[in-house]
């Protein structure tokens, strides 16, 4: 699969997909698929374009096929018994693309196939948004080909192929406000939420920390009542044994679910299963958020959205 910056990684199965699978060898439909381990019928390849010629060395042509085809009416499935071989030309190791290549990939994978939620991607990748502005690509020939194809738009690629991808909000104040980044700001402590423990995997505790503009401490509040944190690897805030912890993001039962709070005005973030409140706890041994009844004379459960940076885009 992959994220709103465009990187590819693998994840677990889809409980809805494994519900349909008469086995542990069929087949699983798939958003993409890794460069380096396709297969694909050679005269279907070159039919519907091949890879972009306009792309630059390689880095993100996994991808950008991957859309295609799903978007121009194939498919993209992962065959969990087949076996590849994969032969590397002696040059290959040393001849990485470096980090602007990859991100001029990206911008035109965005401008061709993303439509209007190129926009999402952009806020996400502040160094593509910055070269976007510089340096546009010349996208007129695999447009036609979009429009040859008869290719669909990627809101039904969403919809039909990828429900599972979150598709972030602009909430004035709680995020996605142009290139803005939230800190979650504890009045009390004067320190902010952080998660400096392996970003990309749930399970572990948000702690608090001086506030930076580091990565790990970009938090958002939407309007399903979730608390998310991350631009690249998306997980929620959730509580285990009444520790505040991040989790990966659940489509459970709304009214069962861990995940949703009621962030108020008055700067109180209030579980919504169990009606307590977030409250900073920091002392000798503990820089953790913890689940306590709500008490507005406690400055520790008084939280605010701290902006933390715009981009000007003039």
């Known amino acids: 699969v992959f994220n709103w910056n465009l990187d590819f990684h693998w994840e677990p199965i889809p409980e809805n997909e ?15 698929i890794s460069g380096g381990v396709l297969g694909i019928n050679r005269h279907y390849f070159q039919n519907i374009g091949a890879y972009d010629p ?13 859309l295609r085809v799903w978007l121009c009416g194939g498919s993209v499935e992962v065959l969990p018994c087949s076996r590849v071989g994969h ?22 994978v965005a401008e061709i196939w993303l439509d209007s939620f190129k926009e999402i991607f952009y806020k996400r990748d502040l160094s593509a948004y910055l070269l976007s502005k510089a ?23 969403l919809n039909n192929i990828y ?41 572990y505790p948000i702690v608090l920390a001086p506030c930076s503009s580091n990565g790990n401490q970009h938090f958002e509040y939407n309007s399903g009542r979730e608390i998310r944190f991350g631009t690249v690897v998306e997980l929620c805030v959730d509580v285990r044994d009444e520790q505040v912890v991040l989790q990966n993001c659940t489509r459970e039962n709304r009214i ?5 709070w009621n962030v108020q005005k008055s700067g109180e ?3 919504a299963f169990s009606g307590k409140c977030i409250e900073a706890i920091r002392n000798a041994t503990s820089q953790d958020l913890f689940l306590r009844p709500c008490n507005k004379d406690v400055t520790q459960q008084l939280w605010r959205f701290e902006q933390l940076s715009v981009i000007n885009e003039k």
């Open 256 to 260: 069962e679910s861990r995940q949703q």
């Open 87 to 108: 032969v590397y030309q002696k040059h290959a190791r040393s001849s990485l693309p470096d980090k602007e290549t990859v991100v001029k990939n990206k911008i035109r």
């Open 163 to 203: 429900p599972e991808l979150y598709v972030p909000e602009d909430k004035p104040g709680y995020s996605g406000e142009a290139r803005q980044r939230f800190l979650l700001y504890n009045i009390g402590t004067g320190f902010c939420a952080a998660y400096e423990t392996k970003w990309n995997t749930g399970g």
């Open 135 to 157: 340096e546009m690509p010349d996208c007129k020939e695999r447009l036609q080909l979009q429009k040859r194809l008869r290719c669909k738009n990627f809101h039904w690629f």
């Open 18 to 32: 494994q519900k349909w699978r008469k086995s542990p060898i069929s087949p699983i439909q798939s958003p993409a």
């Open 54 to 66: 306009g792309m630059l060395m390689w880095g993100i042509e996994n991808l950008e096929l991957s």
């Open 269 to 271: 973030i209030i579980h």
